[in-house]
């Protein structure tokens, strides 16, 4: 059956984001199994319509499935994954599955272009790190010291890319699944306080703003004395007070428990101004109760596993790992055997 313009317009709520250049696109087998996932993870039953291939695979674990699986999924068309949406209910935003998959569709597209990246980002030019041996020559031979530079600009430009990519999803994901949305500063209802106490034009960026209940939400992977300057710390203590100054109740939560002198403060403030908070496994109960009992097991299943272990494993000093560059593929490993293999195809921009 033929598909309209619309209903291709809003498959592509699912498919993609960005535009030009920064387009980001999945392919209609990677919209049907997300449909399927989505779908068992909510109703936990398997209608008549489901496919066999893309059911199986969705009951792997998301961050176990591997791209090299899903290319092994069947060649799919637009007009089927439609097909799709209009029988799994996702057409309906009404229905919670709509909120359900967009979310999970926006992890899983940030993660595949992650990946791109990750295959693609180029080590640097001589020219870029040339002048960085001033610095260090003579401290070694010449070729480790300009492979240990390229090394670590390469790293340091992925993660850089890493924490942008991150910035996009983690906290408008955690927004849109309590019902509500960040909020940038430019467009938002908390304003700056002057010196004499009255609001000026310049506004405060909400981590989640829920307009029905009046809330703005600073959500925070920790606060500790290392990581918190003076200058920082300020501003994360006149934020409470100025929710409030704009009429919103304002929400700490910490998903990190360890305590710290300005952890206290930061607590001690959000409820002079009328707030609350919640830390640690106290945040992680908060999120759950308030996004409801499907919102609440997408942030149980997809956001807080990944979170929670990479804060248990903290090592203060990290594994020691070797990085081995080929023109195909890099690979991570450490002593213990673990491995983790990258095909490269290095981007020529």
């Given at each position: 059956m033929p598909v309209t313009r619309q209903q291709r317009f809003f498959y592509k709520t699912f498919s993609q984001h960005g535009f030009g250049s920064a387009l980001v696109e999945v392919e209609p087998k990677d919209v049907v199994l997300l449909i399927h996932i989505a779908y068992l993870d909510i109703f936990e039953s398997e209608p008549a319509w489901f496919s066999a291939p893309f059911c199986s695979l969705a009951k792997e674990g998301f961050y176990t499935i591997t791209p090299e699986k899903v290319e092994a999924l069947p060649g799919t068309s637009v007009e089927e994954a439609i097909s799709y949406l209009q029988l799994s209910g996702a057409t309906n935003t009404e229905n919670v599955i709509y909120l359900y998959l967009k979310n999970l569709s926006e992890l899983w597209r940030r993660r595949f272009k992650f990946y791109n990246i990750l295959k693609t980002q180029p080590f640097p030019l001589t020219e870029q790190i040339g002048p960085r041996c001033l610095l260090e020559y003579g401290n070694c031979e010449d070729a480790l010291l300009f492979s240990w530079m390229s090394w670590r600009k390469l790293i340091y430009d992925i993660d850089n890319r890493s924490a942008q990519e991150t910035g996009y999803l983690f906290e408008p994901i955690l927004a849109s699944c309590l019902g509500g949305?960040?909020?940038?500063?430019?467009?938002?209802?908390?304003?700056?306080?002057?010196?004499?106490?009255?609001?000026?034009?310049?506004?405060?960026?909400?981590?989640?703003?829920?307009?029905?209940?009046?809330?703005?939400?600073?959500?925070?992977?920790?606060?500790?004395?290392?990581?918190?300057?003076?200058?920082?710390?300020?501003?994360?203590?006149?934020?409470?007070?100025?929710?409030?100054?704009?009429?919103?109740?304002?929400?700490?939560?910490?998903?990190?428990?360890?305590?710290?002198?300005?952890?206290?403060?930061?607590?001690?403030?959000?409820?002079?101004?009328?707030?609350?908070?919640?830390?640690?496994?106290?945040?992680?109960?908060?999120?759950?109760?308030?996004?409801?009992?499907?919102?609440?097991?997408?942030?149980?299943?997809?956001?807080?596993?990944?979170?929670?272990?990479?804060?248990?494993?903290?090592?203060?000093?990290?594994?020691?790992?070797?990085?081995?560059?080929?023109?195909n593929n890099i690979t991570i490993s450490d002593n213990a055997g673990n491995c983790y293999s990258i095909p490269r195809n290095e981007s020529t921009e």
């Open positions: 949305e960040s909020v940038s500063h430019r467009h938002s209802p908390v304003k700056r306080i002057d010196d004499n106490g009255k609001p000026t034009v310049e506004g405060r960026q909400i981590d989640c703003y829920i307009e029905d209940s009046r809330e703005a939400y600073e959500l925070k992977l920790r606060v500790t004395i290392a990581a918190s300057g003076q200058g920082r710390f300020s501003e994360e203590m006149s934020f409470p007070y100025e929710a409030r100054m704009a009429g919103l109740t304002p929400v700490l939560i910490v998903f990190d428990s360890t305590p710290s002198m300005l952890l206290d403060r930061l607590k001690a403030k959000y409820v002079e101004e009328g707030g609350r908070y919640a830390i640690g496994e106290d945040a992680w109960n908060m999120l759950t109760e308030r996004a409801g009992r499907e919102m609440g097991k997408y942030i149980i299943k997809y956001i807080k596993p990944p979170i929670s272990k990479m804060d248990e494993i903290r090592l203060a000093i990290p594994t020691a790992i070797q990085l081995v560059a080929s023109e």
